[in-house]
């Protein structure tokens, strides 16, 4: 365990970072597997719906620092591409 101060709240902020983190990240996950779940039960209206509620979940967590710019864009195109190749 670290000893001085500065140390000290360094590991809390840490944590706190950790676990907003964590939790950014698994709503995007929730997000991409419900439009993923729509376009496998053919439901184009429920799929491009879960698309626009992923590609804005998926966005602010790239604004937060969550993740970097091309990894959003690789998120958002590959559920983009899952909806729009539906028939």
């Known amino acids: 365990m670290a000893n ?4 000290k709240k360094r590991i809390l902020v840490n944590r706190t970072k950790a676990d907003r ?8 996950r929730t997000a991409i597997k419900k439009v993923f779940a729509a376009v496998e ?3 184009k209206a ?5 698309l ?3 590609t804005k979940t998926i966005e602010m967590a790239g604004s937060k620092g969550v ?8 998120k ?6 899952a ?3 539906m028939a």
Do not use: L, P
């Not at 983190?21 to 995007?28: E, F």
């Not at 429920?46 to 879960?50: D, E, L, R």
């Not at 993740?67 to 690789?74: D, G, I, P």
């Open 4 to 7: 001085i101060k500065s140390a």
């Open 21 to 28: 983190n964590k939790a950014i990240r698994s709503g995007v």
């Open 41 to 43: 039960a053919g439901d």
């Open 46 to 50: 429920a799929a491009q719906a879960a």
């Open 52 to 54: 626009a509620d992923a």
């Open 67 to 74: 993740y970097h710019k091309n990894n959003v864009a690789h």
């Open 76 to 81: 958002v195109s590959r559920i983009s591409k």
């Open 83 to 85: 909806v729009n190749s």
